[in-house]
């Protein structure tokens, strides 16, 4: 009988839609069937969603999970309606949606009144999820196990005293038996030296901490009283009791070849190192040879190798001597006092110090420390000592020895065989560079004589003219130029001027420059006019000259007048057209046509006549004004002229100054071509005028 307090059920009174309510918020798929074709009569949202949201009921279930992999569900349902036995399953697998999924299933038989089975109901939990946990956690037991069979790194389980399971490579890497650990006596204690105790408590208070400690390095004490270094890392698997897996990697290899390592790369940077200061002398060497080439004198080669061999070497001071007959003279020196270089300013070339030795020997001398040198030279020497290391190099031209530098150190320096071959490489080309010096000095001698003797050794004065000239060779480079100019009387009261250009250099230019400049001075006294004195200079270079050369040369005669000024008559022979400065008027050219002479038998010139008057300012110059260069930019007429315009009021020597520092500015470096500037300006009239 019912208890009367208990509320009746509403399936048994009869209210079976408040039961299907009910089951419709299970979380578990619910599901009732009807016949041996198990019929859909209930399905609960879970199971209506499992089946993809279609209509269910009045739908025989095999229709509804028609997949190969639903079979065996379908076929449980056979067997529990035909057994009327409760079925249990766990983890079945099906394919829902094109999705594996997996379920706990239990099957109840339904009875009708008379007691026999006419349906089912299923009742299932998505398990699907454990599934997945449970084959992951199966999937990294047997990757553990693979990886504790491989022994390719050291695993333990331990507690916090001793190792409780180990594999063979961790065995391998502690220096431990089996033996020993089965019998308990492999503790973390015992493997564990003093000084990385402090590491183990750390790690065992991160491991309470947060269940892990990160990988961290230390040694292991094996039983042989051997350190091996190891990387340890692990974590907790049990709380309580606690269960450690810990993993050990051997880093002996690794050490060994971090400090293989370590010696490759410091022998490594030893040889960037050597490589670096032996491409930078390179580089120092070549420049050096470079500026060697350029060095057109004694002085400029000591100047230049003793400073860049002071700097090359990292040394303190050097000093360069020459030999001169059986004496060796200071020539530059660099960081010694001079109290200590002004006694050796000349001194015997068998003086017993090192320099002399070097020259006499023709071989570098060494002296890496002062002991070195109390030993090897006498205390009568001492005094020439300043610094602790010294170094004497030769500079060999052909096997003698031409001087010698010196580089002292302020500490002890040993030599390297770099040392000495950059040193050697040094002095035979500093002695090149001598001998080529000493040839240019003999060769600009000879120039420059040659050239002076082309000149004339003075211009005659003119009353009443102011004359200045500035001239510039290129015969203190060795070359004789062709540039010339001339101012000489040629009667009572009348001068002829010259200035010309031949065309070359050296002596070919030198013979005709001669040429020219005494057959105009020969000539002048028989022709009075300017233009027949150069059809005569002509003819004469085409008679004697056979190479083709030819010049330019302006010639003008001047003449005083009575009234004041002077009267002037200009030719050409193919030479640039003088400029004329007059107060009150811009500067302007002179045009006097004429052709260069020495190619054609027959000139074609014009003579060009005018007064200068007082105030006047005629202004000859040969091509190598103008064609002076910087950079590529030549001097130019328009500088010219603009320089004239700015000394217009000065006197002829303020004129040629101001053209002369013009051009030198312009091109500061030394000209490639002779360049003359000749100026006369004609005075103010005097009381008789």
């Known amino acids: 009988m019912r208890d009367p307090a208990v509320p009746p059920s509403p399936v048994l009174e009869g209210e079976p839609d408040r039961f299907f309510a009910i089951l419709d918020q299970f979380p578990a798929v619910i599901g009732i069937f009807r016949g041996p074709s198990h019929v859909v009569e209930f399905a609960n949202p879970l199971y209506r969603r499992m089946a993809g949201d279609v209509p269910m009921l009045g739908v025989p279930i095999a229709e509804l999970f028609d997949a190969p992999q639903n079979k065996a569900f379908v076929d ?8 009327g036995e409760t079925f249990h399953g766990d983890g079945w697998r099906g394919v829902v949606a094109g999705g594996e999924v997996f379920y706990d299933f239990t099957y109840v038989p339904l009875r009708s009144p008379g007691g026999g089975v006419d349906g089912i109901l299923v009742f299932a939990v998505d398990v699907t999820r454990r599934v997945g946990a449970q084959r992951a956690l199966e999937a990294s037991d047997i990757r553990f196990r693979a990886l504790i069979d491989a022994d390719v790194v050291g695993i333990v389980v331990a507690d916090a005293e001793r190792i409780v399971e ?5 065995l391998a890497i502690a220096g431990q038996t089996r033996e020993a650990l089965e019998t308990g006596a492999v503790g973390w204690r015992g493997m564990t030296p003093p000084d990385w ?16 400690f990160a990988a961290y390095e230390k040694e292991l004490a ?12 692990g974590a907790a698997f049990e709380r309580d009791p606690l269960r450690i897996v810990a993993f050990f990697l051997d880093l002996t290899e690794r050490r060994r070849g971090e400090r293989e390592r370590d010696i490759l790369l410091a022998r490594e940077r030893e040889a960037r190192r050597e490589a670096e200061l032996a491409a930078g002398r390179m580089a120092r060497l070549q420049k050096i040879t470079a500026a060697l080439s350029a060095a057109i004198s004694a002085d400029e080669v000591a100047q230049l190798v003793v400073e860049q061999a002071v700097e090359a070497l ?32 000349r001194f015997p070339a068998d003086a017993p110090v090192p320099l002399a030795d070097a020259v006499r020997t023709g071989e570098i001398v060494t002296v890496e420390s002062a002991d070195a040198w109390d030993a090897r030279y006498s205390p009568g020497v001492s005094g020439v000592r300043q610094f602790e290391a010294l170094a004497a190099v030769p500079f060999l031209f052909h096997g003698e020895a031409l001087g010698a530098m010196g580089v002292s150190f302020s500490r002890p320096h040993a030599f390297t065989a770099e040392d000495r071959s950059f040193m050697l490489a040094l002095g035979r080309q500093c002695g090149q560079a001598l001998e080529r010096a000493r040839l240019y000095e003999e060769r600009a001698y000879v120039a420059q004589t040659l050239q002076d003797g082309l000149l004339p050794d003075q211009l005659a004065r003119v009353p009443g003219i102011e004359v200045a000239v500035r001239y510039h060779s290129i015969s203190d480079g060795g070359a004789v130029g062709g540039d010339f100019y001339d101012l000489f009387e040629v009667a009572e009261d009348r001068w002829l001027l010259a200035i010309g250009d031949v065309c070359g250099k050296g002596t070919a230019a030198a013979v005709l420059t001669g040429l020219a400049r005494h057959t105009i001075r020969a000539i002048a006294m028989r022709e009075e006019a300017p233009q027949d004195v150069l059809v005569f200079l002509n003819e004469a270079m085409r008679r004697q000259v056979v190479d083709g050369s030819y010049c330019t040369v302006g010639c003008a005669t001047v003449t005083p007048r009575e009234r004041g000024g002077f009267s002037a008559c200009l030719a050409s022979g193919g030479h640039p057209n003088p400029l004329l400065i007059r107060p009150g008027e811009p500067v302007r050219e002179v045009e006097v046509p004429g052709t ?3 190619f054609v038998p027959d000139l074609e010139l014009e003579a060009v006549s005018f007064d200068l008057e007082p105030g006047d300012a005629l202004v000859y110059y040969t091509d190598g004004i103008t064609d002076a260069r910087d950079d590529g930019e030549r001097f130019g007429d328009e500088r010219l002229w603009a320089t004239l315009e700015g000394a217009r009021y000065g006197s002829a020597e303020q004129i040629a100054e101001a053209v ?30």
Do not use: I
């Open 596 to 598: 260069l002479l020495g």
């Open 197 to 212: 105790a402090a590491a183990d408590e750390r790690a065992l208070a991160e491991l309470a901490r947060s269940g892990r």
């Open 660 to 689: 002369d520092q013009a051009v030198r500015r312009h091109q500061p470096h030394r000209p490639k071509d002779d360049r003359a500037v000749m100026v006369l300006k004609v005075g103010p009239l005097s009381d008789d005028s």
């Open 314 to 345: 990292g040394a303190a001071a050097g000093v360069v001597v020459l030999r001169d007959g059986e004496e060796l003279a200071l020539r530059r020196q660099v960081g010694y006092e001079s109290a200590l270089t002004e006694p050796w300013s």
């Open 166 to 170: 180990a594999n063979d490579a961790f």
């Open 222 to 233: 094996r039983p042989d009283g051997c350190r091996v270094p190891v990387l340890l890392a």
């Open 76 to 83: 449980q349902l056979d067997q529990v309606f035909e057994s």
